[in-house]
């Protein structure tokens, strides 16, 4: 079982309302990642960090924001949340391997699942 | 367009028995294949790992093929019990960037009933 963490588990609020969805690892991984999640679909990187102070835009578009202070620490905020932001949220993280990595493996947080009403 | 589809969509299968579920991928150029399981409301949790020179890689229960050349990997579930009763995702990276991008099938709905 990986440690990282995800607060908090579940999550329904009002429409406008401004929510930070919170990521933390004790591993000491590099990478940290944010994937949104519908029912029965595939998962969506929507962010994605090399280490502190980076972070980039993943594959699909997000209203939602990310900062990365702390290596540990990766969260997500909605400045004002829409009923379209309704989703299961994962925040993942894995190791940047020296020298050329064969593969970097993703451990997955237990998710945040938002409903916004 | 890199693509992972998996088949079927959805399974049910008796507790004991076996089962095969499927995984097909355009993703290029091929980096490694992983099965994840994911329990309802859960986040995924790794089964197994293969890159392009494996072609089969056992984790108790589950056994996961890989043929690179047709680009398809197949895993086997043996005795099936019913704490399998997952979503089973089938995840392909490239290894055309740093970032080691990866590529989520839609998943397999196994449900196991006793």
């Known amino acids: 079982e990986a440690d990282i963490y995800q607060t908090p588990r579940y999550l329904v609020i009002g429409t406008g309302k401004k929510i930070t969805l919170e990521c933390s690892q004790t591993m000491g991984h590099d990478k940290m990642y944010w994937y949104q999640q519908d029912p029965g679909m595939e998962l969506h990187l929507i962010h994605y960090?090399?280490?502190?102070?980076?972070?980039e835009k993943g594959d699909l578009s997000s209203e939602s924001t990310v900062s990365r202070i702390r290596t540990e620490h990766f969260p997500l905020t909605l400045e004002s949340a829409r009923p379209s932001h309704t989703s299961q949220y994962l925040c993942?993280?894995?190791?940047?391997?020296?020298?050329?990595?064969?593969?970097?493996?993703?451990?997955f947080g237990p998710g945040t699942r938002l409903t916004v009403l | 367009k890199n693509q992972v589809e998996q088949s079927p969509q959805s399974l049910i299968i008796l507790e004991g028995k076996n089962c095969t579920l499927q995984c097909n991928y355009t993703v290029s150029p091929f980096s490694n294949l992983r099965w994840y399981k994911q329990d309802t409301g859960r986040g995924p949790v790794s089964l197994t790992i293969m890159t392009f020179s494996e072609n089969t890689k056992s984790n108790g229960r589950y056994t996961a093929t890989l043929d690179a050349d047709t680009k398809q990997s197949s895993l086997h579930i043996t005795a099936s019990q019913l704490s399998d009763s997952a979503s089973y995702i089938c995840v392909v990276s490239d290894r055309g960037s740093t970032l080691g991008r990866l590529y989520f099938g839609r998943g397999t709905q196994l449900t196991v009933w006793p």
């Open positions: 993942a993280s894995s190791v940047v391997a020296s020298g050329g990595a064969t593969y970097n493996e993703q451990f």
């Open positions: 960090s090399y280490g502190v102070n980076s972070t």
